[in-house]
Structures are given as C-alpha cells and as structure tokens.
C-alpha cells in the first residue's frame, strides 16, 4: 500500500563533507533537487487522493446574502462541500489577531475572500462544482483609500467595532508613535538651515515565490490529520489550524514539504485549513495546489505605503530633525501588520543620527488584500523615502550624496532614536565607501551594439538612442529577529551515534528550508562543534520543538544556534564519557576529525571507539536576549535583537524618451558578522538585491477599488535575468558578540537599499523627482500615473 | 470535451466543419492559458500538430501578389521564421524574436497570433507593414479563401475566419527594402506588448507600410503617416537619392503614427504612454530603416 | 481520453485523461514525473520546460493529447542512465545557483538546450536563451555562474576526448 510518495526529502538527507563554518560545502538537498526529485508541496501524491479547491469573491466589499450549494454538492465525482457553517471548531484565525475567518461569514472583505471549498476526484471537476455555487451578494461601497479608512462614522467599518481584537480600534489596525530628543518643534525646527520635504508611495509588491500554495492533508486513524506543507514555521501554522478543526494539537502533525520561495508569503496560512477541513469531513487525503491566479489572492503582500518626511539640516549637513509619517495599507485582515508598524517607526529614520525626531507609523484595516510579511517589512518602505530625502538633502547642500550619508551615519555606540544603544559593529560609513570605491562598469559601447546590453533589449528599441546613464546610492538598516518584548526562541535535537563504523550526528530542527540554505548550515555547524563529517538532517516537522519562523532574519541565527548549543550539550556529555571511562583531566578538548582531541596531549580517541553503541540524544532551545515592547507614545525602548546593514550602488541606463530602464551594475556591501556560508551569504544579498530592483522598476499589484487587477504573471512583472545585472558583492565580517558565532541576519537588509539606490540612478539619469515605486515608463516620459 | 486530433489537412477541415465550434490548437501558447485559467471551455480542441505541411514554408510566386513570395505555413514556430527567413521577412523575424520566451518561440507561430486576433500579437504590425497584399489563405472543405490582411482584423480578438475555415498559410511578399520592428514592454524580456509599431519600406513601389499593435482594439495600420511619408521621399526624389528625410519630416511622422492609435489605458500602460510611445518608436524605426536603405543605395552605386 | 507517448526514453501510457489537461499536469499526476514544475502554468515563468521532440517547450502549454506517439524529455532525463548528473545538473549543485529549486527543473533544461546547440554561449547569449525562465531567489548570478562552469567543463572535456 503505497502512502505518502516518499522522496528522498521527506526522510533524512545525509551529506559527507570535510567543511565546518566559514567553508561553502554543497547542499545537502541540491542533488535532489537538480535531479527533479526533490518533494515540494505541489509534488505530495497520495492514492485515492482528492483535489481540494475554494470558491472566491469576485467583490471586495460585500454581504453574503445567501450560499447554495445543493447543485455543487450533486455533481459527479464531487466528496465534499463546505461553507463556514461546516467547521467544527473555532471560526477565526490569524497570526498576530485573529480577525480573519476560515471561511467567509456573512461579509466578504477583499476581493479573493474564499467563501466555500470543495473536494472532487479531479481539478476540473472541483473547477465546475465551484461554478455551480450560487452566492448572493449585496455588493458594499469600498473602503480603500486612506481618507476612508480614517473616518469610519463616514465611510465605514471593515471590521464592526465589537468584533476588535488586540490594539485595534476604529479601521486602525496598530499604530506607533516614536519621539526622541526635543520632537520636532518650531523650536527644533528652527536650528536646521535647510528643510527638505517629501512625500513618497511604495506600491504593493508581491513575494511571487514559485512555488504555489500547496500541499496534501491525511486523515489519521486517530482522528487527527497529517499535513504535509510549505510553509515558514511549522508550529505556528498548527497552533492555527488546531482549533478550527476543532482538534487538539497533538493530533494535527505537520511535516515540511519542499518549498519553493517564501519571502514573508507562507507565514500567513493560505490553504492549510481548507486542506484539513476536507480531509477531515471526506476521509480521503486532499491535495490543494493554487493556480498562479489564486496565488495572488492566497496570501499577503507587502503594505503599500505613503510616506511623509520632513529633515531639517545644517548647513554642514549634518542632520537636525525628522518629522515623518507613515501610513501603509494592511487591507482586510491583520497578518503581520503591527510588526511592520513597529518596524516602520523604529527604523524609520534610517541608519542615520537623528536628534530630534518625531515619528508616527499606523496600519490600516482597508478592503484591499491583506498585506503582512515580505522580506524587510516596514524597513523596506521607510529605506525607499529616507533615502530619498537623503539624496534631496545633498542636492540642496550641493554635497556628495555618499558622504552626506557618511557624516550621518551611525555607528556602534550610536543611540537609534528608541533610545537603545547600538551595541555591535554598525560599519555604515565604511559599506558606503566600500560600494563607492568598486571601479565603475564599462560605458555603453554605441559603436558595437548589442540590444541585449540596452534598455528594451531584443524588444529593438533603440539603437542607441536616448541612453542616459546614471548612479546612484542608498544604504539600510534592518532589524534582525523578532522584536518588542517577544521571547524568540528555536529549538534543536541533535543525535550522535556510530554508523558503519563512523560517528554520524543527525540534525532535527522545525526549522523551515524555504532555499535560504538553513539545512546546508546545520551540517556545517554540527561539524564544527563535533568534528563529524556526516551529518544527516532530519525532515523538519512537529514532533520536535518550534523552530520559529524562517523570517526576519533570523533562522540562522536562532536555529544555527539552537544547533549550536544542542551540539555543545552532546560534546559536553560525550567528553563525561571520556572523563568517565578513561579518568581524562583535560580543560583543552575538542572533537576534530571524528576524533577527541586535546591540545596538550593530541588525539586521545576515535569517537566512533568512546561511543560504542552509545547514541547521545539532546534537545536544546536558544532564546535570544531579551527585549522590551516600544513605549505606546514615546516609541522608547531596547526593542529589537541585532542591527544590520547593506549598501548599494547601483548603475542604470535610461532610455529617457521611451522611459525604459535597464539596471547596468548593481553592487553591494554589507556586514555579515561572519559568514557561516559564504557562497550562500552571497546568494541571498544578490536575491534580496534583485527583489529590490523589481520593487524599484516594475513590481506592483494593482489594485483599483479593492480589485486587483493584474494576477498572473502575464501582468504581474519580476525580473528576468536580461533584468538582472551583474552584483558585485563586497562581504564584511564584523563579529557581533551577543549573537552565535557573531553571526548577523543576511537575508532582508539588501533588500531594503536595492530599491532606492536604483531609483536614485535613474533620478541621477532623468533630473526627474520619482516620488514613487516601482517607477513606470509613464513617470519616467509625463505620460501620466 | 473533445479532443480531435487529424492527421492530415483533409481531415482537419473535415474535422472543423462537423465541429464549427472547436478550437484549434497548436502551440498552445494561447488556448493552454485560457484552459490552465478555467477562462473558456470549447466543446472540442482540434490539435493540428500532426499535420506536417502547417510547420513548412516555401517561396514561390503566387496570382495576385507582385514579386517572389513565402508562403508561411500557419504553425511555422517563431524560432524557425527568425532563424531561416530573417533575409526574406525581416520585420517578422524581427517581431517574432519579441515573443514571450525562447520556449514559446519554439511553439508559438504566425497562424496562432492570427488566430487569436489578439491587438498585442507581435506578428501583426510586421504583417501589416509588410504590404496590403499580405494575404491569408483561410481554408475549409469549401475551399480555399485568399484574404488580404487588411481585412482580417475585425474587433477585439476576432478576425474574418468563417467558423468552418483553418487558417493553412500566409502569404507575405519577401521585403523588397528594410524592414524593422519595436516594442514596448516594462521589462527587459519576456513581455506582452505594451504597445508596438512594424514599419516597411517599399522601394519598388514606392510605400512605406507600418503597423500598429496593442493600441486600439485591432492590430491596424497608420495610413496617414504611410501617405505623409511616401509622398515625402517621392515629391523630394529621396528614393533615387538616398538624401536625408529631415527631422522635421520624421517628426511629423511619429505623430500621425500616434495620432492613428486609439488607445486605451489598461494596467500594462496608459493610453498617453502608448500614443507618446508610437512616435519615438516610429521615428527611430522609419531612421533605421531609411538609414539601411541610403547606405544599400550606396553600397550598390 | 488515453495518451501513449515516450518520456524519458520510455514508453509511457496515461488514462482517463481529461481533455483539457496540460502535459505537465500528465507528468506530474498521472507518470510520476514531478520534477518540471508548476509554478504559473501560463508559460511566462519557464520552470515546467521539458524537451519535446528535441525543443525546450512549455509543458504547461501542450495539451497533453498533443503528444501522443511523440517524445518528451524531462528534468528526470537529463542524467545519464546509470545516474550520473549531466554537467549542467552538477554545475548548478557546484555554483550555489540552487536556493529553493522551484526554477531549477526549468533551467536546467533550457540551459541544456543553450549547450548543445552553442557549447561557448557569451553572457548576453545565455541570458537571451534563459530570459524565459523565472528565477525568485538567486538573482540569477550564480545561475550564471553555472552556465559558465558547465560550458568551460563542457569544452574542456570535449578537447580532451579529442
């Protein structure tokens, strides 16, 4: 009887390999994956599996007058129907408030709402059962802009007052104050010599990972369910789904399938619920797969944000206040949207010395999609205007814009305008000059042409026409972890044992491999620490303790060093044995080469001899330091983890009449801490720095009153790689030492000044202001919005 | 749904007239999305992959068509048109290497684009530009139907195939002077037309023939900017000379270019965009392609 | 409906195929082939590109009655049949050009076709013949990386057979 198609990832990987940190040995899952064998989500096969498919609304605002499914439920090969009526447990779910409905309840909220699911024998007969449900609708006024959502007596609620959760109050989902120094006052404001001002939107972007929504619900003999699933953190996505099946956690096991790109996309859940409702009320194993489409309206995506920034300055330039605003649009349901604001307010001034400053973040409810995590969330959009206003400043003082940013920036020692410290390596000046002193790419060569280097390529637009080339500058800085008082954690079982003679230590941590390379990591960290060179890594799932979310950051840092300690704790008890057995009185032991050694007396044991048939078994938990939430008024407080920061130059040409970009060079520095893999360190800066570059140019959902209006990636546009420019990468390792290994979080931070170094060259291209991202052709010619 | 799959021409028009209604396919490069997307449901799909005369093209001379020709077989991929007939047909080489990806060039074909009728098919400026007696050949177990292409476009992804009719081939006189294409996408490949302009200068007779796409609700040509443009290089003897048009001359026809548009704004660009687009590409083009033409008249002196 | 047609160098039959479907839905459910990928199913993203008949397609855009008795060659037929990864499946292992993998499939595909027909593509030829495949996590360099490595190992190797 054949279950679960058993790939290979969904037991153990095992991988041999000599290098501990610091070294870039090979994936353990990228043979697997180069060969198409590799289990994602979408590939989970079960016999007699069923398809699982929901029905959504065409109508971002709308009342549910009345569901039919009785014709649905007739239609052949058809197993099950469900509406919110058939949930056996709780009704609502979320990740931070639990305001959003499994299924829609008599309101829909954002266009794409799933209202009711279906499982049939086949997709299309899912697809035409799903027509045959009949949904009266009282189609409501839209609540979407900012005007709107801030006088609800006027335009309404999107959700009714008594149904508030958490801070929320009004269509106000969380908000931020953050004051530091004197505020900004007349007072203050009269120090500064020059004031610059501006006003700045971020549109929606999507994570566009490519892997779609999916996965596969078992039904379990104890009545439980067995999901196996892409997601970001395992625990969290069950601590969810439990209750509304009405199921303790226990029996709702969940098991990571492979996933295809996450990006901030699969912290929220999209089909996990439906997956187990149907499996459950079926009794077959159902398998959900959204389509590109669906996708779109399955998960969140980054706020959209307005921003308002004002900066007084010296003449000298160095900075007197900041007086900034920002709004973003959290659409139906909260997700993660008091993180972003908190972000938002607290990184807000960017890597910069602020004295005085006064800040207010908020998140708004809307009946626009829901937005929560993408990679860099709230700083992304903060870094976009900052920087703008940083390269505003310089204009108006007729100073370089780089060194401007140097005399700003902060450095460790430096007090951000929470009032917490900096208490690491803060080298922003430093990635600056680094980005600044790369030598510049080649001038375009119009005698030689290839369309492929220019703006359009093979669309043949120009020959040469119209090309103007331009630079420009930006740099971040990002939290790293989860912040505002909350106790991280990652949890790490390792296992030492013989194995054919050698010692083999296996890994197994919930930690989700989203492609960051946290599985590559493990193996090299569990070398290090017990001189092994197999290791085998354990499919991530439930039966261990939570690993957290592979998100902010941060799995490196707090996984990595949950298998650091979980090593340390099986060295520790592997050394007892040695002292036990052989009366050893060494203080300077280490395990290198599959052998104990000291440094005094050399090597004292194989550990496959002092192992025996011992297997040493330890699980261990890494909490962070601690921190503290933000002052509601003040936004005082030592509220985030660990800093960390990128630069970017980036290069463009402009095709300045058709208003076509092509990013000619995109270089970055950015400190790391230490690189626990380098080639991976390196993958992920130029990831991050292309999304970016996607944000800069050509990514944005469009929606027109709460509709969105581009779900495919026909219209929905990421970079190709004729996009895509070459990313020197300059790589510094300034250890911070309250972190495991001194190691900083990698992933967000190019993400966030990738975005505003290249609008920055485009403006230096153009002469033109570019208050907005991603800058169109339109903006670039006046040809309107 | 069914799935007829002919084996040979005979069979599939038989095919078509019993079933008016089913949809040809064969690339797939359209009809799989509108399938993959639950966006349309056809009683039947009519796979024309088997039959092998549809992937061939031969040049000859044909009644009603001055000069030599290439008869394009209807399923002709994009790769095979831009890598065997770029000398022949450059404009549609041209605007074939703009479809979508390398992978839908090796299945995407000129009778798929004519079949969809869609405005931002990429064969449709080329075609038009290449001259008024481009002709489609529709056939059914009727017969054959020989229609010029300024006639086949009619609305909005509809063209003037009756319902039992298979598009078998195009006619497209071989270039008789250069020929170009642009296009505007908002990334750097692998983009629907935001909008695109097909331009082809015709010595012997002394036209010009452009083509627009993606900016009104048909594909369509500039027939003032055509007119304005050949009486300009006949009335100044430019076609014997080979002297420069003039930037006041390239001007003007960028704008009756734009001015022929009638587009819409839509979430791929505005219609502004689009008209302001029209006239650089069409000044950049008609300079490319005259620029090609002065120095062949010099090369040939 | 019932499609017989050779995958991987091996006959394979499917039944009760809807009419509809797409080959690589039929690869992926109904032949145990999940190794091209379904990522947008619309042909703009290139991670479910299989040979057909010697041309890097789309899979997601043939209807899969459209392959009967005509040959398909996947990710999973890119090494040689004692297992052996081909040089570009193990140049994209060597160069880190894997994160999550979904592309990977797709790439490796297209990047083999690139190979055959051109062994010493210049950069702008391979990003020509790969502007049809996604990428969301690599920014494409070390795909680079890859394309180059597998070409200088590629011509070395066929210099020394020489």
Redesign the interface.
């Known amino acids: 009887m054949s279950t679960i198609r058993t790939e290979k990832n969904l037991q153990n990987i095992t991988t041999a390999h000599p290098d501990g940190i610091g070294g870039s040995p090979l994936r353990p899952d990228g043979i697997l994956k180069v060969r198409g064998e590799f289990a994602y989500s979408s590939d989970m096969w079960h016999e007699n599996m069923l398809w699982g498919m929901a029905l959504r609304s065409p109508h971002a605002h709308a009342r549910i007058l009345s569901v039919d499914i009785s014709e649905a439920v007739k239609h052949p090969g058809v197993e099950a129907v469900m509406t919110h009526e058939d949930i056996p447990g709780a009704k609502y779910y979320g990740l931070e408030i639990k305001d959003q409905p499994a299924l829609a309840m008599g309101k829909i909220r954002y266009h794409g709402e799933a209202i009711a699911i279906v499982a049939a024998d086949h997709p299309e007969t899912a697809r035409r059962a799903l027509a045959k449900i009949k949904v009266e609708y009282e189609i409501l006024p839209t609540i979407t802009t900012e005007e709107q959502c801030l006088d609800p007596e006027t335009y309404g609620y999107v959700h009714e007052p008594d149904e508030y959760k958490g801070h929320a109050s009004g269509n106000v989902v969380h908000s931020q104050k953050l004051i530091s120094g004197l505020g900004v006052t007349d007072e203050v404001r009269a120090l500064a010599d020059v004031v610059i001002k501006g006003d700045y939107v971020v549109g929606m972007q999507d994570q566009a990972f490519l892997g779609p929504e999916s996965g596969l619900a078992v039904p379990a003999e104890d009545g439980g369910v067995d999901l196996y699933i892409a997601t970001q953190w395992l625990h969290v996505d069950r601590e969810q789904i439990a209750p509304v099946l009405g199921l303790p956690e226990n029996k709702v096991r969940l098991t990571l399938a492979g996933v295809g790109g996450a990006f901030g996309g699969r912290e929220d859940l999209s089909m996990q619920i439906h997956a187990c409702l149907l499996a459950q009320r079926t009794g077959k194993p159902v398998k959900i797969v959204y389509s590109r489409e669906e996708s779109f309206f399955g998960h969140v995506h980054r706020h959209p944000a307005k921003l308002t920034y004002e900066h007084g300055a010296t003449r000298d330039g160095k900075l007197v206040y900041c007086d900034a605003r920002i709004v973003l649009d959290g659409g139906a349901y909260a997700s993660a949207s008091p993180a972003v604001v908190g972000n938002a307010a607290s990184l807000g001034m960017g890597p910069y010395e602020v004295p005085n400053v006064n800040m207010l973040a908020v998140a708004l409810y809307s009946n626009n999609p829901s937005c929560g995590a993408m990679r860099g969330f709230g700083a992304v959009q903060a870094c976009f205007a900052y920087e703008a206003q940083m390269d505003k400043l310089a204009a108006e003082l007729g100073m370089d814009p780089v060194e401007l940013r140097q005399i700003n920036a902060v450095e460790q020692g430096s007090i951000m305008p929470t009032g917490q410290e900096i208490d690491a390596p803060a080298p922003v000046a430093d990635l600056l000059r680094r980005v600044k002193a790369l030598p510049l790419p080649q001038e375009l060569d119009t005698t030689h042409l290839d369309v492929r280097d220019i703006p359009g390529a093979l669309s043949n637009t120009s020959h040469g026409e119209g090309i103007v080339r331009g630079v420009g500058y930006a740099v971040g800085i990002k939290n790293v972890g989860f912040s505002e008082g909350f106790d991280d954690y990652s949890t790490a079982r390792v296992r030492l044992e013989v194995i054919g003679g050698e010692p083999v230590a296996m890994v197994h941590t919930a930690m989700a491999e989203v492609g960051q390379g946290g599985v590559t990591v493990h193996g090299q960290i569990a070398r290090t620490e017990l001189g092994v060179e197999q290791v085998t890594i354990h499919p991530a799932n439930t039966e261990v303790g939570s690993a957290g979310s592979t998100s902010a950051s941060r799995q490196t840092y707090m996984t990595g060093g949950a298998v650091k300690l979980a090593c340390e704790a099986v060295r520790n008890e592997l050394v007892a044995l040695g002292r036990k057995r052989y009366g050893w009185d060494y203080n300077d032991l280490s395990l290198v080469g599959g052998k104990v050694v000291s440094a005094s007396a050399g090597v004292l044991v194989p550990i496959a001899d002092l192992l025996g048939d011992t297997a040493i078994d330890l699980t261990r938990e890494h909490h962070h330091r601690p921190t503290v939430p933000f002052d509601k008024e003040t936004g005082q407080g030592f509220g985030h983890v660990q800093y960390t920061f990128c630069a970017h130059r980036a290069v463009v040409d402009v095709d300045v009449e058709l208003g076509l970009v092509k990013v000619v060079e995109l270089a970055a520095a950015q400190d790391v801490g230490k690189a626990l893999n380098p080639l991976s360190v390196v993958g992920q800066i130029q990831g991050g720095s292309t999304q970016g570059l996607g944000l800069a140019v050509m990514e944005e959902i469009v929606v027109k009153d709460g509709k969105v209006r581009n779900p495919s990636f026909t219209d929905y546009l990421i970079p190709t790689i004729l996009d895509t420019p070459p990313m020197p990468v300059e790589v510094l390792e300034l250890a911070d030492e309250h972190a495991p290994y001194g190691l900083r979080g990698v992933g967000e931070a190019p993400t966030l000044s990738s975005t505003p170094a290249v609008v920055a060259a485009i403006r230096a291209a153009t002469g033109l202001a570019l208050n907005r991202v991603p800058v169109r052709p339109e903006h670039l010619t006046g040809t309107g919005e | 749904m069914e799935f007829l799959r002919p084996a040979t021409w005979d069979e599939a028009l038989a095919a078509k007239a019993e079933h008016p209604s089913a949809l040809p396919i064969s690339g797939g490069t359209d009809v799989m999305v509108e399938l993959n997307f639950d966006r349309h449901r056809p009683s039947a799909l009519l796979d024309l992959n088997r039959i092998s005369e549809l992937t061939a093209w031969e040049s000859g001379r044909y009644e009603g068509q001055e000069g030599e020709v290439i008869r394009l077989g209807a399923a002709v991929p994009y790769t095979r048109i831009t890598r065997e007939l770029s000398a022949e047909l450059p404009g549609l080489a041209l605007a074939g290497n703009t479809v979508g990806s390398p992978q839908i060039r090796n299945r995407g074909s000129v009778g798929g684009n004519l079949g969809g009728a869609s405005p931002a098919g990429d064969a449709h400026p080329a075609l038009l530009a290449a001259g008024r007696d481009v002709l489609v050949e529709a056939e059914s177990v009727r017969g054959t139907r020989l229609i010029p292409i300024d006639e086949f476009y009619v609305g909005v992804k509809r063209n003037s195939l009756e319902p039992d009719e298979l598009i078998r081939a195009v006619r497209i006189p071989v270039a008789d002077g250069p020929q170009q294409f642009s296009k505007i996408g908002t990334r750097n490949a692998m983009v629907i037309a935001v909008c695109a302009f097909g331009i082809a200068l015709h010595p012997k007779n002394g036209t010009v023939g452009t083509g627009i796409g993606s900016a009104a609700p048909t594909p369509r040509r500039a027939v003032e900017a055509e007119e304005f443009i050949a009486g300009e290089l006949a009335e100044r003897g430019l076609w014997q000379s080979g002297g420069l048009i003039g930037p006041a001359a390239i001007q003007r026809f960028g704008e009756l270019v734009a001015a022929a548009a009638s587009p819409i704004d839509d979430v791929r660009g505005t219609a502004a965009y689009r008209r302001h687009a029209l006239a650089v590409m069409a000044r950049r083009t008609l300079t490319w392609t005259w620029n090609e033409y002065t120095q062949s008249l010099r090369s040939a002196a | ?1 019932r499609v017989t047609f050779t995958a991987n160098g091996r006959e394979v039959e499917a039944d009760d195929v ?5 080959l690589l ?1 039929m690869l ?2 109904r032949l ?16 479910c ?1 299989v040979y057909l008949d010697g ?4 899979s ?4 899969a ?2 392959v ?1 008795d005509r040959e398909v060659r ?3 037929g890119l ?1 040689d049949p004692e297992g052996g ?1 081909d040089e570009v ?2 140049a ?3 160069a ?1 050009a ?8 797709g790439l ?1 595909v ?1 990047s083999h076709d690139l190979l055959e027909r051109n062994p010493q593509p210049s950069d ?1 030829d ?19 990386d890859a394309v180059r490595l597998a070409s200088a190992r590629k011509c070395s190797s066929s210099e020394v057979s020489q």
């Open positions: 409906m809807w009419e509809g479907e797409s839905f992926r459910e145990g082939l999940p190794g091209s990928k379904n990522a947008c199913e619309q042909g703009e993203c290139g991670s590109t041309a890097p397609v789309c997601c855009l043939v209807a009655g459209q009967q996947t990710v999973e090494a990864l499946q193990q994209f292992v060597d880190g894997v994160q999550c993998g979904f592309c990977t499939p490796l297209q702008n391979i990003r020509e013949a790969l502007s049809g495949n996604l990428c969301r996590c690599t920014g494409y360099e070390k795909i680079m």
